[in-house]
């Protein structure tokens, strides 16, 4: 746990005696999606409080400057762009969490984030489809802005994946607290907070995967580029084998990882031999099952591993 939060967990035993009379604030809003050309996902959730997908391009921040948002709060592993933030006046925070679910000492922080940082505030994950949603609808139970209902509604608007069990545990136990207790929190929110190796990896992974994914969806357009996307996604897979922590995770999760790796060496030679010329009329359907096939084995590993 983050030594700044030591004896918080103590204080969350408070939940019951603090929450008690504590309501939902009259007339909360129902999350809606938010018609944008930059923002996937984008999900209004309060009228300042907006979830959505990484702010990937200049015109992803141009758009949130658009919206009048002042701070942006990442719950992705992704080292955040604070530079390009900056240039359109808005103001990073970085509180990374996992699929897995979010400890309640971070969804505390998250809503004291929410609370106090300059608003309009963007919240953001990847996709902004899983880990963002599950942040803001805890830390807005946690502020007592929705009902629990709101809360589980915001994931399914969301699109968010009932297999990530961690997070819906985790918003289904936010509860209302204290003012008091979100006051006596001294936290000095940071730009960039470490991640942990494999966190890192995962999160590179996952831009690979992306990148892949979205090239299946046009067919294949650039041969080329798709081939050095699988070579990274290969070489990204060894890499998280030798990671001390993927050693404990026992054999079923090794033989997933070097089945993975195998059919993202056999994606980059099959989209290679297509830019080379070899295109034959099922090159885009043999790269596409093999895609498929890695998408299974992230599945089945997310669901075994990271829920």
Request: charged fraction near 25%; hydrophobic fraction near 40%.
């Amino acid at each position: 746990m983050n030594a700044r939060l030591v004896g918080w967990v103590a204080i969350l035993g408070l939940y019951a005696i603090c929450s008690a009379g504590l309501g939902v604030q009259q007339g909360a809003e129902i999350a809606r999606k938010l018609d944008t050309k930059h923002l996937s996902n984008a999900i209004q959730v309060q009228p300042e409080i907006i979830s959505g997908a990484l702010p990937e391009q200049e015109a992803s921040f141009a758009e949130l400057q658009a919206l009048g948002v002042k701070t942006i709060l990442s719950v992705d592993g992704m080292r955040p762009d604070v530079a390009m933030a900056k240039k359109f006046g808005m103001r990073y925070v970085h509180l990374p969490n996992g699929y897995d679910g979010i400890p309640p000492d971070r969804v505390v922080e998250l809503a004291k984030a929410i609370r106090d940082l300059p608003k309009p505030i963007y919240v953001h994950c990847h996709h902004g489809k899983h880990r963002s949603p599950a942040a803001v609808a805890a830390a807005c139970r946690t502020l007592g802005l929705i009902t629990p209902e709101q809360a589980l509604e915001t994931l399914k608007l969301a699109g968010t994946n009932p297999g990530f069990r961690g997070l819906f545990e985790s918003v289904r136990q936010s509860q209302p607290v204290a003012d008091s207790i979100l006051d006596s929190m001294k936290l000095d929110f940071q730009e960039i907070s470490p991640v942990p190796p494999m966190a890192e990896m995962m999160v590179s992974i996952d831009l690979a995967m992306s990148e892949l994914v979205a090239a299946k969806k046009e067919n294949w357009p650039k041969w080329d580029k798709s081939a050095t996307d699988a070579l990274m996604l290969k070489e990204h897979m060894v890499e998280l084998g030798r990671l001390e922590d993927s050693q404990t995770l026992g054999k079923e999760f090794q033989q997933l990882l070097n089945e993975s790796v195998l059919l993202s060496g056999r994606l980059e030679s099959e989209l290679r031999r297509a830019y080379d010329g070899q295109v034959t009329a099922d090159s885009g359907a043999k790269s596409s099952s093999l895609l498929t096939r890695m998408e299974d084995n992230c599945i089945r590993c997310h669901e075994q591993f990271r829920n």
